[in-house]
């Protein structure tokens, strides 16, 4: 079966998945009219996924930080946006296998992005929360609200405390920032809910293989960091592995496995690509990445790309291809526009280069920390550029305004207002 | 099994049910600091129905008609909220039996609310959508857009026509306000949205056994309400019956049986009382209501009371209950607060008498009716009047603020920024 998409002369680009590298590559394909662009994502919208911890812990709500991806093309000529789900590719038929039908392209790019490992944790996932998608932010919501509601229920001190402690497995951004955002309610949002609970009860515990979170930052971005959420009372283990956790409230760390009990198992520590089949084997990289040259070109294939997080440009600077972050996708959309273009007119390709403008993170309400390539700063200041930064970087007017009202409201009022259990969570139903 | 309540030497109140007739009297009771005032509901929110359209529309996010009942109750003292299935009550041992254990009671108040009552249509009802509860709105939203992405997919007309059809069932204010607000989206949202197919296919029917919408309002308000809808080219049948839906998108309406195709079939025709059971069945009368004497106090029981929709007053002016609308409940738990306090102190009680402030509805941006008891206008006016009190009502400061915003956004962009799928929602699994 084929769905209906519109004839048209010009070559069509088709492109899985509407993340940040997606949509810049289709807005950048549409502005050259030189090509039809389809669109495929299994969601109507775009994520915002740096603030999903916010979504998670009720400071903002999932309309703020997603986007309707028809929205963003609206009146947009030789546009097609379609709702599917990708199964494989059909490299000699040049078709895509969809849930919706076949849909046949001229070029390809996989911009799939990642989706969350939980390495030797697979068989127990569905207990855990995780943090990559609106409704799984939505879930941890809710999860943790219904535990603090169970927890006034019981007057024995170990079952409160497990419903009120949370395990963050991963001392990335994610976790970082999920972590501070937590400790922050447990400051100053829950005890005006629960007076009858006692908060010195509730621990929230990081756990980092690492000597150090945020590994990936610098050194005094680490420390400050460490210090912010020992601050906002956070328990951090770096250099430590949880090595089993039993799906309800135990769970196993270190070298001499230590035991704590904390019905909320929160993993960030890592991901995976999402991968598409119909792929040589010999281009799937560990991470589930797939290995492209300089021009985001698939080895092998003439007329496949990939890009952004799922993409592994394997080069001498990059032995393990890029980092997996926003910019990277956005850039590599922008060139692979130009050279898709250029591919057309058979002038030559040019090489991807990425230009790394630095890295944040924040921990809660004045306490940030930013490395920029030549300049490194930490504190209020820092905490202002990271809160620019993210809305600008929101895509439609509303959202910003919305964000902004939100950030206003909860700055002064220490409050968090999106602290409603709409639809409860209940463990083994996690797909939504 | 009792679940922990903190012991208190004052009476207790428990009031089942966190509508504006709950919430009033909770609020009325901690005042008069003479009573433990315990809190029941399913749900850690209070939902503010009137704007649920709005949220299945996508004008308004569910967080900002909703409210947490633990944040309007901060710091009050003898107050205590429990999340809380009732099942029935024991009158014998006044206590009320939950899914979290028994509950004992000095006074117990009856403030279910209603449900939707699908009458005939019952076997079918899970394949209807209706607007009583947020997930309720939230799946009729995700089933009319994923129904347009589907649309996408068929060149088939009477398919197409089909899955953008929508038939409401019910010109009461909410079928009214749906309508309305489904024919502006129709109008200036969808569109632009979907450019690809042809929105004259796709028709708005509006159903009504009585000879006109709004019938409990003015005749002047039902016909302006009539043309109003038929400007944003909503198809309104009146004194029609709907016979048969087939559970897919037959509907079968009219004397003559006649047929129309839509997937989207909403019921908004009637409610019932959210009945506990427990109590003597003699009290029941038509819809579920509760027979209360003219202080509230349920027939035959002295210290349980029932208050709102749920209850009905049957006096010579009253003979089929007061109107199921907020202000009555509101009004009664004001009173029934202080004849509680009367009755502590052996004090006369006094009777209940409506004070009747007009009724409202809006079909859609400048077009509302109002009837006030002695002046009724129609129009932009009007429409404001509805903004404003509709406003005013809501919960919270961060609640005002944020429908300001998107009304503002929504009057000046002709947009409906949340329209996005972010739960699909399937037929046969409505429940959350």
């Known amino acids: 079966m084929k769905p209906y998409i519109p004839e048209s002369k010009l070559p069509r680009v088709v492109i899985i998945g509407a993340g940040f590298g997606g949509i810049q590559l289709a807005k950048s394909l549409i502005k050259t009219k030189q090509f039809q662009v389809v669109l495929l994502d299994k969601h109507n919208y775009h994520t915002f996924q740096p603030l999903l911890y916010q979504v998670a812990t009720g400071g903002l709500e999932p309309d703020s930080i997603a986007y309707s991806i028809r929205q963003i093309f609206h009146k947009k000529k030789n546009f097609i946006f379609r709702m599917a789900d990708v199964e494989r590719i059909d490299t000699n038929e040049n078709e895509v296998i969809t849930n919706i039908g076949e849909i046949t392209y001229e070029h390809l790019v996989v911009a799939t992005g990642t989706q969350t490992n939980f390495f030797g944790f697979d068989g127990i996932s569905s207990q855990m929360m995780s943090l990559k998608t609106v409704p799984e932010a939505l879930n941890m919501r809710s999860f943790i609200l219904q535990n603090f509601e169970n927890a006034l229920l019981t007057d024995n001190n170990d079952k409160k405390s497990a419903l009120m402690n949370i395990v963050i497995v991963g001392g990335g951004p994610t976790g970082v920032e999920l972590a501070g955002a937590l400790g922050e309610m447990k400051k100053y949002v829950l005890p005006n809910d629960y007076p009858e609970l006692d908060l010195e009860q509730m621990q929230i515990y990081l756990f980092e293989r690492q000597p150090r979170v945020l590994s990936n930052m610098s050194e005094v971005a680490s420390k400050k960091t460490e210090k912010y959420l020992k601050e906002l009372g956070v328990q951090i283990f770096t250099s430590t592995s949880v090595n089993d956790f039993d799906g309800k409230n135990k769970v196993v760390y270190g070298d001499n496995n230590e035991v704590i009990k904390a019905d909320t198992f929160v993993w960030t520590a890592g ?121 600008i970087s929101l895509v439609g007017f509303r959202n910003k305004i919305a964000v902004i009202m939100d950030w206003i409201y909860n700055y002064f009022t220490y409050d968090r207002a999106m602290r409603l259990i709409i639809r409860p969570y209940h463990r083994k139903s996690k797909d939504d």
């Open 271 to 391: 991901v995976k690509g999402n991968l598409v089949g119909g792929l040589d084997e010999k281009v799937i990289l560990r991470g589930n990445r797939i290995q492209t040259d300089s021009h985001n070109q698939i080895l092998g294939y003439d007329n496949i790309y990939a890009i952004g997080d799922i993409a592994a440009m394997i080069e001498k600077d990059t032995p393990r291809g890029h980092p997996q972050v926003a910019p990277v996708a956005i850039q590599q959309a922008e060139l692979l526009a130009k050279n898709l273009m250029a591919k057309g007119k058979k002038q030559p390709l040019k090489a991807f280069k990425y230009t790394d403008k630095g890295s944040m993170a924040t921990v809660g309400r004045n306490r940030a920390v930013v490395d920029l390539p030549n300049f490194k700063f930490q504190g209020v200041f820092a905490w202002f550029v990271w809160l620019a930064v993210h809305l």
